[in-house]
């Protein structure tokens, strides 16, 4: 059976030799958590961001009960006014505790350490499988010998490796000195970080490496650099972290220049930047990315029945291109790991090979008024600064519930159904989904991909470079190139063409044989089942054979 490392393994492979992704500045030794997308990923990624905007932007689905909205794009700058990251809580609220290891360089969130060492530090694992803490029993010969064989190796910075006599002499007047009061997990892993108690007091040590840590300090997760020519804390700017809020800002703008009405939605694909401290999972968790972000303004008493209607959209969507229902898992996050001012939210997530846990496709979260509030705060000095009038009559006309008091208002601040999508983390998913291994085939691994995602959608080949094939088969190509991104090739045998078709994920191969010149019908090949079938080589009936089976126009 195939593990599903080794699956990732031969799906990074493929990615690399076929040009779907590389690492960034490989020529340099690469940067972590970069990446840099091919010939076929970069068709990839576009057809996803196509799908996107023509299935959520151009022609979105009736809203629930068949309800009107309009949906509208926007492009925003990738730098704005720094006041944006202060209203949103980003600058302040986005920097997490970390500590760093001054030996290995190494970061842990200050707030996770215990739980990095109990899971998944292997030197204090090694070391717990040849010692129990806590039992009041300190065999000093077996800590010894650990930090002299396995220790060495392990954890080369840790005090109990680098010193053992003067380490476990602490160790041992603490266990002497309270023999009711035997060390806890906790303290007994202090005592052999520390090897000058006097000075340092009890260390923390790094899970991979053993050196002490450094001092918690805020980490930066938002890239900075500086507008203008002097470089100081006035000039400093921020690579945005999310796309979200570029449309926010804009909502007076997009209301004022259109004629939308609530209820409707703004969407936006582009660029992100977070300074990740761990990037990893190939691309899944990357420094830069791309987003697909829906901000969509509703009446609070209808935003619920909205939440529900995009979360519903946005799975089905995911569904409509062939991610298998049952790697889809949509997760209702639980009230405690709610946002304080979210009243819902529900993570698509889907099961990729590289981890036994689902991982965050999607975020669709009810929002409130929480953004335009706090725009409006930040902004305007008024937090209903961008309300609207609420052109509703069964509301508008509602009486006064008690006399003497005003009745409801006619403005109120929209709430926004937020549904933000991760173009990197949806190829990823849609490459995994689409990688197939069949042995019994002769070109074992192909790329399954739903017709609209496939990066080229048919080839042309002459069977041979000569016999007049090459002038049947290139009018045929220039022809159905007009109209779907196609690929000719007249090298190789064609066995060797349709395997690398295969890998590409390319629905259809047509070829050109002898028979082509007696009968005028060329092979069809089908990427799934490699089956094949003649047609009439006639680019006419070639175009309608594809609009039939791609289902694209
Ligand atoms: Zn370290």
Redesign the pocket.
């Known amino acids: 059976m195939t593990k599903p490392t080794d699956t990732m393994e031969k799906i990074v492979a493929l990615c690399r030799r076929r040009g779907f992704i590389f690492g960034s500045s490989e020529i340099y030794g690469g940067i972590g958590g970069f990446w840099d997308y091919g010939p076929l990923g970069c068709e990839l990624k576009k057809n996803i961001k196509d799908a996107w905007w023509h299935d959520m932007v151009r022609n979105p689905p009736p809203g629930p009960g068949g309800t009107e909205y309009q949906m509208v794009g926007l492009d925003c700058s990738i730098i704005m006014n720094p006041k944006v990251w202060e209203a949103s809580g980003h600058v302040g609220g986005f920097a997490d505790p970390m500590r760093k290891?001054p030996?290995?360089?190494?970061f842990v969130r200050a707030d996770q350490l215990w739980e990095t060492l109990a899971t998944a530090s292997p030197w204090l694992d090694s070391l717990l499988q040849v010692f129990t803490p806590g039992t009041g029993q300190y065999d000093s010969p077996r800590l010894m010998k650990w930090a002299k064989t396995k220790g060495k190796k392990l954890a080369p910075?840790l005090a109990l490796v680098r010193n053992p006599e003067v380490t476990l002499v602490w160790l041992a007047t603490r266990v002497e000195g309270q023999p009711a009061a035997p060390p806890t997990m906790q303290e007994f892993t202090q005592y052999i970080a520390t090897e000058q108690l006097h000075q340092t007091g009890l260390q923390e040590p790094?899970p991979?490496?053993?050196?002490p840590l450094g001092p918690p300090a805020p980490f930066k997760l938002m890239f900075e650099t500086h507008t203008g020519v002097e470089q100081n804390e006035k000039s400093n700017v921020y690579l945005r972290p999310e796309t979200a809020q570029g449309i926010f800002v804009n909502f007076r703008n997009v209301l004022d220049s259109t004629r939308v009405k609530i209820p409707f939605g703004i969407a936006q694909i582009g660029k992100a930047f977070r300074n990740e401290i761990t990037p990893r999972n190939y691309t899944f968790r990357s420094r830069e990315f791309e987003q697909m972000e829906i901000e969509f303004f509703c009446h609070p008493e209808s935003s619920m029945e909205w939440y529900e209607f995009w979360r519903d959209v946005r799975i089905k969507w995911y569904e409509s291109l062939n991610i298998k229902s049952e790697k889809l898992r949509p997760r209702q996050q639980g009230k405690e790991e709610l946002a304080h001012y979210s009243a819902a939210c529900t993570d698509i997530e889907y099961l990729f090979p590289f981890s036994d846990e689902p991982q965050e496709l999607e975020g669709v979260a009810h929002r409130g008024d929480f953004d335009l509030k706090a725009h409006g705060k930040s902004a305007r000095g008024d937090e209903n600064a961008f309300a609207v009038i609420d052109d509703d009559p069964s509301r508008r006309l509602q009486p006064a519930r008690t006399p003497g008091e005003p009745g409801p208002s006619a403005r109120f601040v929209p709430h926004v159904i937020e549904p933000s999508a991760g173009v990197d983390r949806f190829a990823l998913a849609a490459i995994t989904e689409a990688y197939t291994f069949d042995e019994g085939r002769a070109s074992p691994e192909f790329m399954k991909f739903h017709p609209r995602l496939a990066p080229i959608k048919a080839a042309v080949f002459p069977l041979v470079a000569k016999d007049g094939l090459p002038e049947i088969a290139e009018p045929i190509y220039r022809e159905i190139a007009k109209h779907f991104p196609c690929q000719y090739d007249a090298k190789q045998s064609i066995g060797k063409r349709y395997a690398r078709m295969d890998e590409a994920g390319t629905p259809f191969c047509f070829t050109i044989d002898g028979r082509t010149k007696e009968d005028g019908t060329v092979t069809v090949r089908d990427r799934d089942d490699a089956s094949q079938e003649r047609i009439s080589a006639d680019p006419n009936v070639i175009l309608r054979f594809l609009n039939d089976k791609l289902g694209l126009h």
Do not use: Y
Not at 103 to 106: A, D, K, T, V
Not at 208 to 211: E, M, N, Y
């Open positions: 290891c030996g290995c360089g190494h910075n790094c991979r490496c053993g050196a």
